[in-house]
């Protein structure tokens, strides 16, 4: 068997394993419905619990009880607390104390000095790195069969769209071994779960995120060769259900779950979340969000902010009717044009693995949902008028006005037409580029998915999709400001963040629930393949140089992974 293989294998047997809770069945069809079981996420195990706790602000992040583990069985510490909360002398810090294991910080990593950038990253690759194939039994992590990196900061487990610009870097450093082992566990993650969770615990089970998979089976084929499209097509088949689950029988103008069928009788997806309660992670920011906006049903809104969430654009004015008012947010009526963008990438993948298998019957059928899905996004999402790739509005009934990166998705992807990226790429240049990178948006509403942030995954899709359309000057503008901006930063605070204020160079990002956080994954392998793109392959460097190159046409295919 190929490497590949092996570990497939190998993550089949681990979910076996998972689910036969380490004993032997009789049969598999019992062991398969034991898998099913969704395990529950602790703001169902804990109940009033869980909310009081949160309520409290014991802790300045509520994620950190969404991870705490209990150290008895969960119904045990609930009805001890039932019993106690209320007497005079209750002390909640101190029960929780007693009764859980909370993550604590872990030791702040302090690079050895003298690194260049590259050397930094290269080094925090193994400091990144976690493996948990065994998990309590209470435990929110869900195990996975093999080891991962994870983002960083207060992020400690794997992230389902960060990975794949995580994986980027990976690659660039030489660590093959550590892609095909994230691929393995994404397969079995979407083995065992029937999707990739938003990240391995029980919290994020009941959505997704941008669906790069796709990706990365490309990635780790560029190095495993075809066998590796054959490996994981089962896979990405799979993946593609789960989002296109009930499209057959939606009648024009209706939706399901993460597909929607047009009242020109398109279907296209949108992000879903299956539950509508507050996100045990931001559990009180949730509640009060809900409470400031009393009109609103509260689970109309909990499910909008958690679809947010599985866009990975959590948050943003592109999902709000109004960019001051959160409460405003309604993901699950509008029809991302990079979520299209990145299907259209599944379908695309899906006739070339099958083609490799040798099926040409199902390649053409991918082939001819690709196309169709292509057809869908010129004519639903591109404003006309504005000049650029945007939303669709399932409530107006016609795309949204504004401009946001993920305009650049449809060129990532080589799914736009020729002159329509051509627009774009004006646009970007005249209202997106900024003197440290690609802003996300065009609004400055104090959420961190809005201006003046940049994320390390738009920028890359930026380049590689300008690239992709023969707009290099821009492609290398992009590519220098950005790397400037984490070259800076880095020289000053000796780190890479989570995201950065592109109004300068130099600055990390704010907004947001939570504070900035060091690390960092997605950032690390962006910036290692901008280090590719200004420096020739014959002269490699590990910092940013002192002059900004011309644009080349050489990283063409490479950016384009």
Not at 12 to 20: S, T, V
Not at 413 to 430: I, W, Y
Request: negative net charge; aromatic residues 10%.
């Amino acid at each position: 068997m190929t490497l590949p293989v092996v570990r497939r294998h190998r993550a089949l047997c681990f979910a076996l394993q998972i689910a036969l809770g380490g004993a032997l069945m009789s049969t598999l069809p019992a062991a398969l419905a034991e898998q099913a079981q969704t395990p529950q996420s602790p703001d169902i195990l804990l109940g009033p619990l869980f909310s009081d706790v949160q309520s409290a602000k014991l802790f300045p992040d509520q994620k950190t009880f969404a991870d705490a583990v209990p150290k008895s069985d969960p119904l045990m510490i609930l009805a001890d607390y039932r019993m106690q909360r209320n007497q005079s002398s209750f002390d909640l810090r101190h029960f929780v104390n007693v009764n859980f294991d909370v993550p604590k910080e872990g030791e702040k990593y302090v690079p050895p000095a003298g690194q260049s950038l590259r050397e930094h990253i290269d080094g925090l690759w193994s400091v990144l790195t976690r493996t948990t194939d065994k998990a309590g039994k209470w435990d929110s992590l869900l195990p996975l069969p093999e080891s991962y990196v994870v983002p960083g900061g207060r992020f400690r487990e794997v992230y389902y769209w960060d990975s794949y610009f995580t994986m980027l870097g990976l690659a660039e450093s030489g660590h093959w071994d550590k892609v095909e082992d994230m691929v393995a566990n994404f397969a079995y993650e979407i083995d065992t779960w029937g999707h990739i969770p938003n990240g391995n615990r029980t919290y994020y089970l009941s959505r997704s995120q941008p669906p790069f998979f796709a990706f990365m089976v490309e990635l780790l084929a560029s190095h495993g060769g075809d066998e590796v499209l054959k490996t994981y097509a089962p896979q990405m088949e799979k993946e593609y259900r789960y989002w296109m689950e009930g499209a057959d029988g939606l009648q024009n103008g209706q939706a399901n779950k993460r597909v929607v069928r047009l009242a020109d009788g398109a279907i296209l997806n949108r992000y879903w979340d299956d539950k509508d309660t507050p996100r045990p992670e931001s559990w009180l920011d949730d509640v009060t969000t809900a409470k400031n906006n009393p009109n609103r049903p509260a689970t109309e809104i909990y499910r909008d902010l958690r679809s947010a969430a599985a866009s990975g654009w959590d948050f943003s004015s592109r999902w709000m009717d109004d960019p001051n008012q959160l409460g405003s947010i309604r993901t699950t009526s509008i029809v991302p044009v990079d979520l299209n963008a990145l299907m259209f990438k599944l379908e695309k993948m899906l006739a070339r693995a099958n083609q490799a298998a040798g099926d040409s019957a199902k390649a053409q059928q991918y082939e001819a949902l690709a196309s169709a899905r292509q057809k869908a996004m010129e004519a639903n999402l591109w404003n006309d008028k504005e000049g650029w790739y945007a939303d669709y509005d399932l409530k107006t009934q016609k795309v949204r006005n504004q401009l946001t990166a993920a305009a650049l998705f449809p060129l990532y992807v080589n799914a736009a037409a020729q002159d329509r990226a051509a627009k774009v790429a004006a646009a970007t240049q005249a209202r997106l580029l900024k003197p440290g990178g690609i802003a996300t948006t065009t609004v400055n509403s104090g959420q961190q998915w809005d201006a003046p942030n940049g994320w390390a995954p738009l920028q890359w899709v930026a380049v590689a999709g300008l690239q992709n359309y023969d707009q290099k000057k821009l492609s290398m503008d992009v590519t220098w400001r950005f790397l400037s901006n984490v070259q800076h930063t880095y020289d000053r605070e000796k780190k890479l963040v989570e995201k950065y204020d592109v109004s300068s160079t130099g600055t990390g990002g704010g907004g947001g629930e939570y504070p900035l956080q060091d690390g960092f994954g997605w950032t690390n392998g962006v910036t290692l393949k901008m280090l590719d793109l200004v420096c020739p392959k014959e002269n490699p460097c590990d910092s940013l140089p002192a002059q900004q190159p011309v644009a080349q046409s050489a990283p063409q295919k490479q950016a384009a992974q």
